[in-house]
């Protein structure tokens, strides 16, 4: 099943190593691309609405037509533990849809326009993680996902 992943800006630092590891590790079983987009607003605008805004025009414009959207957002409406995750995503293998695509906005969150698309707000914790955290921790569930839907032995919990 096809995974989509677009996440603004990208990760720097001490986590690009493990961000990329898990992402590797998740297209052991998933179809997995990942698209980063550019962070903040043209002309360098600080405005969090305007940044916001620029940033929704550039990942709706990443969104294909058919996927189910998942937006990761600190208020989201759904939590799912990792057993209930691979559930959905083992769901949509089984109803034969396309694919899922997760987004993961920037410093200031997602614009209305990206919720809007989604069918799924997902919050993965009740801290706030920044974004580069966020999408760590949503390759590492991935990888643990398809652990888990295929019976491997990760997941211990």
């Known amino acids: 099943m096809k995974v989509l992943l677009v996440a603004v800006g990208r990760v720097k630092g001490s986590l690009v190593d493990a961000v990329h590891e898990y992402e590797e590790r998740a297209r052991r079983y998933w179809k997995l691309t990942v698209v980063e987009v550019a962070a903040g607003a043209p002309g360098g605008d600080a405005a969090a609405g305007r940044v916001r805004q620029a940033e929704a ?13 998942v937006a990761l957002t600190r208020g989201g409406d759904g939590r799912l533990g990792s057993r209930q995750f691979a559930e959905y995503l083992e769901g949509l293998g089984v ?7 997760f987004v993961i906005g920037g410093a200031f969150g997602l614009d209305e326009s990206v919720l809007k698309k ?6 993965l914790s009740d801290l706030t993680l920044p974004h580069e955290m966020a999408r760590l921790v949503l390759a590492e569930q991935l990888y643990r996902a398809g652990t888990m839907v295929r019976g491997e032995p990760y997941h211990k919990g």
Request: proline fraction near 8%.
């Open 57 to 69: 025009a550039r990942i709706l414009a990443k969104l294909p037509e058919g996927l189910e959207v």
């Open 95 to 101: 109803r034969a849809a396309p694919g899922v695509a």
């Open 118 to 123: 989604a069918r799924t707000r997902l919050s």
